[in-house]
Each structure stands twice: as structure tokens, then as C-alpha cells.
């Protein structure tokens, strides 16, 4: 057997590279070497591995999958505290996050939510999915008490499309709080993209981001509910990330030093063709992004969040993951061209109208966050939409902090932001600059009934971030 060359160097900034570091990151090595994936190999000379003993690094891991059967998945989501993982957590069946739920276009999806937080009242919404907002739907105006259950049910469009989305709560005034302990999981639709070349064969990993939290003094987030886990690729495999910040109010400013990111797919909506990013990739409070990535040489490299914002966003460089590239290196296989045409481009229809939408906030006592000067009513529908039509959206900020925009049920072509066209895509959660300006197109082609948007940032739409539109016939 030939001996794996030294990495040139490591492949994380001098000066990030603190003793403690090292010892962490040459645990991975360590970890890794037990999996048989010929980490010894690498280790042979390579005095990272050589400096440092089993020990703490934990690895990467998924939650439970939870699959549809014959078109149909029915499952419970229990709520509850989590207290071994600590006093203010919560998640679905006990885990953070909840089990991963799989489903195909066609498929009918019945949850029976319980609320077993022992306090507060709850809810839940499908983030990201295309489904009816009425009744037992994704109707985020229903309210669990404390103790008792309810019995959602969806039918998932024939035509959806496929990729990340997710689930959490969204009782109003809640939903920072339960979301920050924890309840949040991932919901994946499968769908063509999943089929083409380049992509069918690279391993899947879904990465699920929730934090920050101060750990032994520093600010951590979680993947999966691990601390810095550990990420195995071979040298030059391609493997399919899906990532999810299920955060609630911190975005992450994603760099993996010599790996760019092959975007495929945002907020659960296929790109047209991959869109290769080299620098950091901020990815807002409950935005997705599904990339390919090749493994680089031999090594390891920080997935961290660079430092980010300004004034009361302003958060530092916190780690996310360590990737350790290890084992047979394998011949890089070409990364696809083209994905999904966009069933239909927004930029060449004639919008029915236009709206202007402004979240605006202020720094009283206590703030005031606020949408068309209002704040949440949800007695109130701000705005009426036509089914069957194409609206134009300038949504305006006018704070000097970021507010990522979602609305619910609907996903939005992204025109312009700041007056910059944007290559096609559609999105569900938008990041709105500091005193910016974006410009989206909203099919509102199916779905009659009373859903939200908001900021995504709970804290906000706790504090009233939020509106309510209405699909009427
Ligand atoms: Cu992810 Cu209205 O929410
Ligand atoms: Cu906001």
C-alpha cells in the first residue's frame, strides 16, 4: 500500500488551529480509524493524527427516518422536554432534532401532534410544503393545549417539488421559544432531482443546524444535536448535503476552507442548473440549501460560521462541524450541468399586481416589529390575494437589521434584491437586507385560505413580525 501524502497544510486558517484544536480534530482521526475507513494510513505520518488519543469528537449522525408506505405516512410527534440534553430543551419523540420524515409527491402525510411540553401551548407548521392551509392542514391558527393532541392531515400535491423542508411549531408568542429548545425536524419530498446523474449516486447527508448555545464557554451550534460532529468523506467522493438552519434567530455565514459548495436545490426547490459558491454561504433562520461536495485531500477541514452582522446581529466565527477527508481517494465523478428547468419562470409573465410590503421595527420598550405598520392580528387579514393569479411583491425594510421574509404554503420566484436581478429560483424564505429591497413573484395558483408571512427571526414574529394574507376565489 502506498503511504497518503501529508495534506499540504491544514486546511483551516493558521491561528484557528488552538492545541485544543488539535486535540479535537485528531480525535476525529482517531474516531474514524475504528470505522476501518484506512484513517491508519493517513495517520502514518501525519503528526495532526499522531499528537492526539481517542477521545471526545463525536460523530456525525441522523435522526430516525420515518418513511411513507404505499403512499401513505402516518406518525405521532410527540412534544416533550428533553431533560437529559438540559433544563430548557424540547423536541418530537424525545430527540433533538425530531425523526426525519420522507415522503413522495401524491402521498398523504397524518401526524398526530401531542403536546406533552407540560406548560405551553402548541402547533405545527409544515415549513416549505405546497399543501392546503384549512382546516387540519398547515393551519397555523390551530392551537394544541397542554395535554391534548391533534390530528393533522395533508395531501401532498402530485406535482410537488422535491427536496428540504421541514417541520416546528407556530403558536404565536411560542415559536422562538420552542423552536430555540429544540422542536424542529427535517421533512424531505422525494422527487426527480433525486434521479439525475451526479446526484443519484452521492451518498446523502441531511445537516441540521440549531443554535447557537454557549458550550464549555464558547458559542457552539449543533448538527444533528452534535457538537462539531465529525463529517467522513473520501478524497474526491461527492456526497449530497442537505442543510436546514432550524436555528431561530441566528443566521449561519457557512465556509468549508477548500470545498466549494455546488448548490442544487434551495429551500426545497431545485435549481436549474448548480450554482458553484467559493465564499461563505449565509443561510438565514430556516432557509435550506442541498450542495454537492467533493471530498478534498487528505485532512480536515472547520465547517464554521464566519463572523457575521453588525450591531445587535453581530454574532462571531462559531464552528458548525469538522469534515475529514480519509480512505481509498476516489476519481472525482463529474458534477451534473444541468438540473430542473423551473416549471414555470415568474420574470416572463405579466404580474396581476403589485404590492408593496414593509417590515419595519424600532428599539422602544419593549420593540416594536411591525409589517405595513401593524403587528400581528390574526383576527385581521392584511392582505386578500386572487387565486388563480401572479402578484408582485417589493418588499421593503426599512431597519437596520436583517429579517429573513417566509410565507407559508407558497413558494416565491426571487426577482431582485437590492435592484440586483437573481438568477431563477424559487424560495420560501428570503433574507432581507438592512434598509433593502426585494422584488418576488407569487404564484398563487392553488390553495385558497388564510396562511402568514412573516420574519423568521422568532423573535420578531413573537413580537408581532407577522401578517395574514388571505386566498380567495
Ligand atoms: Cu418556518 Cu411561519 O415558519
Ligand atoms: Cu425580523
Known amino acids: 500500500m502506498s503511504r497518503t501524502p501529508r495534506p499540504k497544510s491544514p486546511v483551516t486558517p493558521a491561528g484557528a488551529w488552538t492545541r485544543r484544536r488539535l486535540l479535537r480534530t485528531g480525535t476525529a482521526a482517531a474516531g474514524l480509524a475504528s470505522l476501518g475507513v484506512g484513517l491508519s494510513r493517513l495517520a502514518r505520518g501525519d503528526a495532526l493524527a499522531q499528537s492526539v ?17 404505499d403512499g401513505v405516512l402516518a406518525t405521532t410527534l410527540d412534544a416533550q422536554p428533553v431533560a437529559e440534553l438540559g433544563p430548557n430543551k424540547m423536541g418530537y419523540e424525545g430527540t ?38 384549512e382546516g387540519n392542514g398547515d393551519n397555523v391558527f390551530v392551537t394544541v393545549e397542554p395535554g391534548e393532541s391533534f390530528a393533522y392531515e395533508y395531501a401532498i400535491p402530485t406535482n410537488h417539488r422535491g427536496g428540504l423542508n421541514w417541520y416546528h411549531p407556530h403558536h404565536h408568542g411560542d415559536a422562538g421559544a420552542q423552536v430555540g429548545a429544540g422542536l424542529a425536524g427535517a421533512l424531505v419530498v422525494e422527487g426527480p432531482i433525486d434521479r439525475l446523474p451526479g446526484i443519484a449516486e452521492a451518498p446523502e447527508r441531511i445537516l441540521i443546524v440549531q443554535g447557537p448555545s454557549a458550550a464549555d464557554g464558547s458559542l457552539r451550534f449543533t448538527v444533528n444535536g452534535v457538537v462539531n460532529p465529525e463529517i467522513a468523506i473520501r478524497p474526491g467522493e ?46 438565514a433562520p430556516a432557509e435550506r440549501y442541498e450542495l454537492l461536495v467533493q471530498g478534498g485531500p487528505p485532512g480536515f477541514a472547520a465547517l464554521r460560521s464566519l463572523p457575521w452582522g453588525e450591531l445587535g446581529q453581530a454574532q462571531p466565527e462559531i464552528p458548525i462541524a469538522t469534515v475529514v477527508s480519509v480512505g481509498e481517494p476516489v476519481a472525482p465523478r ?31 420598550s ?8 401593524a403587528g400581528f392580528d390574526p383576527d385581521v387579514v392584511n392582505v386578500t390575494a386572487k ?8 418588499v421593503r425594510n426599512t431597519s437596520p437589521e436583517w429579517h429573513p421574509f417566509h410565507i407559508h404554503v407558497m413558494d416565491v ?3 431582485s434584491i437590492d435592484g ?15 434598509q433593502g429591497e426585494v422584488v418576488l413573484r407569487i404564484p398563487f395558483v392553488d390553495f385558497p385560505g388564510k396562511f402568514v408571512f412573516h420574519c423568521h427571526l422568532l423573535a420578531h414574529e413573537d413580537f408581532g413580525m407577522m401578517a395574514v394574507i388571505e386566498v380567495v376565489p
Open 238 to 283: 461527492t456526497q449530497r448535503w442537505r442543510i436546514l438552519n432550524a436555528s431561530a434567530n441566528n443566521p449561519v455565514n457557512l465556509l468549508l476552507d477548500g470545498y466549494p459548495f455546488h448548490l442544487i436545490a434551495t429551500d426545497g426547490n431545485p435549481l436549474p442548473e448548480p450554482r458553484t459558491v467559493d465564499g461563505p454561504l449565509l443561510i
Open 366 to 373: 419593549p420593540p416594536f416589529f411591525a409589517i405595513d405598520g
Open 96 to 133: 433533538i432534532p425530531g425523526p426525519t420524515l420522507r415522503v413522495a409527491p401524491g402521498d398523504v402525510l397524518r401526524i398526530d401532534l401531542v403536546n406533552n411540553l407540560g406548560g405551553p401551548m402548541t402547533n405545527l407548521h409544515l415549513h416549505g410544503m405546497h399543501v392546503s392551509p
Open 420 to 434: 440586483v436581478p437573481q438568477p431563477p429560483a424559487y424560495k420560501d424564505t428570503v433574507n432581507l437586507p438592512p
Open 334 to 364: 463529474p458534477l451534473p450541468t444541468a438540473l430542473l428547468p423551473l416549471d414555470r419562470d415568474l420574470r416572463e409573465v405579466e404580474p396581476d399586481r403589485q404590492r408593496i410590503v414593509t417590515f419595519e421595527e424600532d428599539f422602544s
Open 387 to 394: 387565486l388563480g393569479t401572479v402578484e408582485e411583491w417589493v
Open 53 to 69: 488519543a481517542p477521545g471526545d469528537l463525536d460523530k456525525y449522525r441522523e435522526p430516525e427516518v420515518r418513511r411513507s408506505v
Open 413 to 415: 420566484q426571487v426577482i
